[in-house]
């Protein structure tokens, strides 16, 4: 069983458009990530590539879809 560090939602990760990776301050100074094959394929660790820290993130399918149609727009549903 994983220890997470914390459980954050998805709306206050930081999108890169060019990578399609969400990201998240971790508290060693870098940063937890999780790309968004990795959430559509139904995975919710994000880790960080410095040290042993992982997050739960929360998200839904369908706001998943949202975020994305709203940056695509230039936009925020949310």
């Given at each position: 069983?994983?220890?997470?560090?914390?459980?954050?939602?998805?709306?206050?990760?930081?999108?890169?458009?060019?990578?399609?990776?969400?990201?998240?301050?971790?508290?060693?100074?870098?940063?937890?990530?999780?790309?968004?094959?990795?959430?559509?394929?139904?995975?919710?660790?994000?880790?960080?590539?410095?040290?042993?820290?992982?997050?739960?993130?929360?998200?839904?399918?369908?706001?998943?879809?949202?975020?994305?149609?709203?940056?695509?727009q230039g936009t925020h549903l949310l």
């Amino acid at each position: 069983m994983a220890v997470f560090h914390d459980e954050v939602e998805i709306e206050d990760f930081e999108y890169d458009e060019e990578t399609e990776t969400y990201s998240y301050p971790c508290p060693c100074g870098d940063r937890f990530l999780i790309t968004r094959e990795d959430l559509e394929n139904g995975e919710d660790v994000a880790t960080c590539p410095s040290c042993s820290l992982i997050l739960r993130v929360i998200y839904d399918q369908i706001i998943l879809v949202r975020l994305q149609a709203g940056r695509a727009q230039g936009t925020h549903l949310l």
